[in-house]
């Protein structure tokens, strides 16, 4: 069992470019997340989805968007990269009765010049 | 103001102390209060949770809420080497996943 997958480990993007982050799960949870770590700021939910098909935003979404493309793949997607965005970035999943305890992927670290 | 306040640290002991780690927050509604542990360049993993008010032990660590004074602590004793991480506090005021983190106290226990 992988857990939680996170594609790419490392990436450096110019200011305008777009990429997508992919996070894949094998633990058959309902639910996926991602977060956003910065120093000094601790984690910050960027968006959610509770099962397949649904997605919420958290507290940061502004610059993101995201698909749960089926129940295993929840990826993030930056449609024009700013320097703001240079961060590490977190998937987690969970179950849907026990959201509280998640389940983190091991992070990418993204570069915006 | 943050609705979580964590003291970033970092904190350093020497191995065999008790080390206390806080977190107070203003929002009322929160309900429930996690602990996570992060080791450097891993994701996050859940440490120990506490519904509502009270303690919680669970073998070196032991959890407490007080809800009337918003503020909550970590213990762990006999700390050890393999302790050295970020501890991150975490609270939510429903079970739908949506965690407010702590900046993280960044914690180093020297053999």
């Known amino acids: 069992n992988a857990g939680v997958t996170q594609t790419p480990k490392f990436q450096v993007l110019k200011t305008g470019q777009s990429m997508t982050l992919q996070c894949a799960q094998d633990m058959n949870h309902n639910s996926m997340y991602w977060y956003r770590q910065d120093p000094g700021m601790g984690l910050r939910l960027i968006y959610y989805?509770?099962?397949?098909?649904?997605?919420d935003k958290g507290e940061v979404p502004n610059g993101y968007n995201v698909s749960r493309l089926n129940k295993r793949e929840f990826s993030l997607r930056l449609e024009s990269a700013a320097p703001s965005q240079t961060s590490v970035y977190f998937c987690a999943t969970s179950t849907s009765g026990r959201a509280i305890e998640q389940f983190f992927g091991p992070g990418t670290r993204l570069t915006v010049l | 103001q943050k609705e979580v306040e964590q003291d970033p640290g970092p904190l350093s002991v020497p191995e065999g102390a008790i080390v206390s780690l806080n977190c107070t927050y203003s929002?009322?509604?929160?309900?429930?209060f996690m602990w996570y542990r992060q080791y450097s360049r891993k994701g996050p993993e859940l440490l120990m949770y506490t519904y509502s008010s009270g303690n919680k032990e669970d073998g070196r660590f032991t959890a407490q809420v007080d809800k009337s004074s918003k503020y909550i602590s970590l213990f762990i004793r006999d700390s050890q080497p393999s302790d050295s991480a970020t501890y991150l506090c975490?609270?939510?005021?429903?079970?739908?996943?949506?965690?407010?983190f702590g900046q993280g106290t960044t914690l180093q226990v020297k053999p």
């Open positions: 975490a609270m939510s005021g429903d079970n739908t996943g949506k965690l407010i």
């Open positions: 989805s509770a099962s397949e098909g649904t997605t």
């Open positions: 929002n009322s509604a929160f309900q429930y």
